[in-house]
């Protein structure tokens, strides 16, 4: 099934960007903003956020015995921001208490090292030159050989998972969203009222049926799914794709410079329709796409130690997600037989005027 597509959104100026106007700004657990003085300090801030070591929601029917399930790899080879041991500590437990193998890949992505992998985990990975800097440029955290060998690999019968955040990190993942025919915008996306933080739910028609979101049956659905500020993407019209995650009217893409800098002048395109969440089949393989990584961890961020992601309290079926989303890469769940009805940008061959650093 092919989604239905309709142009790109189209960039307007009119109405600033998230307030303050001109501040370096981090979002909280709460959707609240804090200003931030010294250049540099978003990616400082890091080292305030841990995996919640408490966090362990509960599994009914574990999907695999213990050890036994499909070989999961979560990467820590690209400076990912998210790794299995650190922040998406509980991210691979939950993984584990399902009963798949969870393990660390450290290797650049070839041919080799992805036959020995059934589930490819990439979550914020960072090129080289936006570890420490989150300004423009954001060139591709992966080489044209790895995009190359992760294509042809899901093409073959492999699975991929990629997550990838707000700017820098939707740029530095890019060019690997487009071998599969996702474009990401490398920016921000903000509902009116400009919060990232946001909750998608069936009744809103904003969290839509899928494998996914269904689960194995009673008890598994997921009703609801909170992100905590990411990018947004759109889908090319030949991709066999479902949406999962829609952004609804009123949502903003900002398209800064540097990361949480924003004014009235930002360019910016309406994010109503585009997507933070598709399942793809890709030739014999599976990819499932997301734009915001928090929402599938479970952290403590800051000295108040708040709950962000999973084990947030509005974020309760979030886990179901993670499991779902795991299960039906896995070839365990099985996609939906009828076509996708749902609308999808797919617009252009070409970035909207004053999209930043971010080529087709």
Not at 1 to 28: D, E, I, Y
Not at 186 to 211: I, M, P, V, Y
Not at 270 to 285: D, K, N, P, T
Request: with cysteine.
């Amino acid at each position: 099934m092919s989604l239905v597509t309709t142009p790109a959104p189209t960039p307007h100026r009119g109405r600033p960007g998230p307030r303050p106007a001109v501040a370096k700004l981090l979002s909280c657990a709460t959707g609240a903003f804090i200003a931030l003085a010294a250049a540099g300090d978003t990616p400082r801030l890091a080292a305030q956020q841990v995996a919640d070591p408490d966090f362990a929601p509960p599994i009914e029917r574990p999907e695999f015995a213990p050890g036994t399930g499909p070989l999961v790899a979560i990467d820590a080879a690209h400076n990912n921001f998210h790794t299995a041991d650190g922040r998406y500590a509980s991210f691979a437990a939950l993984l584990e208490r399902d009963g798949f193998v969870v393990r660390s890949n450290e290797q650049l992505f070839t041919r080799a090292t992805l036959a020995r992998i059934d589930i490819l985990v990439i979550a914020n990975a960072l090129a080289d030159e936006n570890v420490e800097d989150w300004t423009l440029p954001n060139p591709s955290a992966f080489t044209d050989a790895e995009i190359e060998a992760v294509e042809e690999w899901v093409s073959g019968g492999g699975s991929l998972w990629l997550i990838a955040d707000h700017m820098p990190i939707a740029g530095n993942a890019e060019a690997l969203a487009a071998a599969f025919g996702v474009r990401f915008y490398n920016g921000f996306a903000f509902d009116a009222d400009g919060q990232g933080r946001a909750t998608f739910s069936r009744s809103r028609g904003t969290l839509l049926s899928h494998a996914v979101t269904e689960g194995r049956g009673s008890g598994e659905a997921v009703d609801s799914v909170t992100t905590f500020t990411g990018q947004a993407f759109r889908v090319d019209r030949d991709v066999d794709a479902s949406p999962l995650i829609v952004l609804p009217e009123g949502f903003t893409v900002f398209l800064p410079t540097e990361a949480w800098v924003f004014s009235d002048s930002t360019p910016r395109v309406s994010g109503a329709g585009l997507y933070q969440g598709v399942a793809i089949e890709h030739g014999e393989g599976r990819a499932a796409i997301f734009g915001e990584a928090a929402g599938f961890s479970a952290q403590l961020a800051g000295p108040e130690h708040v709950k962000v992601g999973m084990n947030a309290p509005e974020a309760g079926q979030n886990y179901r997600l993670v499991l779902n989303t795991a299960r039906w890469l896995a070839g365990r769940l099985q996609a939906p037989t009828a076509p996708s009805t749902s609308r999808s940008p797919e617009g252009p061959t070409t970035p909207p005027v004053g999209w930043h650093g971010s080529p087709e």
